[in-house]
């Protein structure tokens, strides 16, 4: 479906949580080094539940490794600096969202070099940013929605419940 990047992230829960979103969507998973934890993390393992086995987990040295595995991707870099609306953008299958660690984000350079890529989330008032777990599911939620859930159970729970 959809590649998440996660550049230097630094808390294990959230890297957790995304794996699970990852694990339930279809999505690969990718890990730019230096990771704030270890993959063998108490906290990483038990936030992802047991759902490790469902995702493809790919550790990257950079950044550049991640671009070079596949020149003609389309990446796009989500940020509180974007002019842009993450829903204002045409996402499709393959596409790579990219994240920044969770105490600063992207790096400026990478930014600047990516200006009509980058993608923000409006939020209310005085907040600086939403939780990364969340941005990254509010991200991929909106790819599945404009592709049309891409073969995804459309029927929920709610629907296979048997009322009385």
């Known amino acids: 479906m959809f590649h998440i990047v996660l550049v230097e992230p630094e808390i294990p829960q959230n890297a957790g949580n995304i794996a699970r979103t990852c694990a339930a ?7 730019v080094k230096p990771l704030g934890f270890e993959l063998d993390d108490r906290k990483l393992k038990r936030a ?6 469902l995702v493809d987990v790919h550790v990257h040295e950079n950044f550049g ?3 070079a595995q596949d020149p ?8 509180t600096k974007a002019e842009r609306v993450y829903s204002d953008a045409e996402l499709r299958p393959g596409d790579y969202f990219v994240f920044g660690k969770e105490t600063r984000g992207l790096e400026e350079e990478l930014l600047v070099r990516h200006r009509q890529t980058c993608l923000r989330m409006p939020m209310a008032g005085e907040s600086r940013s939403l939780n990364l777990s969340n941005a990254v599911a509010v991200a991929v939620n909106e790819g599945l929605r404009q592709n049309g859930f891409c073969g995804l159970e459309r029927a ?3 629907h296979r419940l048997k009322w009385q």
């Not at 969507?25 to 890990?31: E, K, P, R, V």
């Not at 992802?48 to 086995?53: A, E, K, R, S, T």
């Not at 003609?72 to 940020?79: D, E, K, V």
């Open 72 to 79: 003609a991707a389309r990446f796009f870099f989500f940020t």
């Open 48 to 53: 992802g539940l047991d759902y490790w086995h």
């Open 25 to 31: 969507t279809g999505c690969d998973l990718h890990l």
């Open 156 to 158: 929920g729970a709610l």
């Open 65 to 67: 490794e991640v671009e």
